[in-house]
């Protein structure tokens, strides 16, 4: 028995004559932590739109906890235990902080006393009435997040939650992120921000053009020809 609970096999995504995605294959295990990087544009996005089931992969299969989803909708993989944030917080702006995350946890059946747990976790209590249109773009980011958490993943997939976040508003989200991990939430984070990305894992997978170009410590990466070149390139 594998200990992967996310394997992607030569997954495949085209959007018209553009191949996206090409043959990607990897695996994640539960409760680690994968970065995910790439120059603009290589397929980072794609990525977690193909396994949180935003989009459909082409080709290729996607199994999660031993079993395909490639036919699952979005919702269906969320009840799975698969969940993801948006590289622009996807809020409810009208709805206050403590709405727009117990609407999430009831659309995943969770218990209502997941919301004050959550809402604890992201450091969002003290802001629990207002609007979440009214909050800072670092707390539109946690609230997200938030949503996601609602939903009781095992894996969570998180898409820059870094762009533009000042340096203590970064050592929270680090300090959260890895707080997850250790509870055994699996985490796929996409990132540009590599000093980031290596205070909570070693391990990444960089793409290029929808390619894997190199999979293995963020060091080893950094000194990665490819890598290099891809970066540079981009
Ligand atoms: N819905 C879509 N329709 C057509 N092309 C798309 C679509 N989504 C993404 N693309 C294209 O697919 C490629 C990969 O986009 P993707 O958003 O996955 O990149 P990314 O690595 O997340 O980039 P960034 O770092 O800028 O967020 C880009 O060339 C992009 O223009
Ligand atoms: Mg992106």
Partial sequence: MSSELLRLHEVHKHFGGQVVLDKLSFDVAAGEIVGLVGPNGSGKTTTINVISGLLRADAGTITFNGAPINALAMHRRAHLGLNRT?????????????DNVEVAALAAHAPLDTVDAVLDEIGLRDVARRSAGSLTANQQKLLDLGRALATRPKLLLVDE????????ELGAIAELLRRLAARGIALIVVEHLLEFLGRITERVIVLGAGR???EGTLAAAARDPEVVAAFIGG
Avoid: E, Y
């Fill in 86 to 98: 948006f590289q622009v917080p996807k809020v409810f702006r009208d709805m206050s902080v403590r």
């Fill in 161 to 168: 939650i870094g762009a533009g976040l000042n340096p203590a």
């Fill in 212 to 214: 894997m170009l190199f």
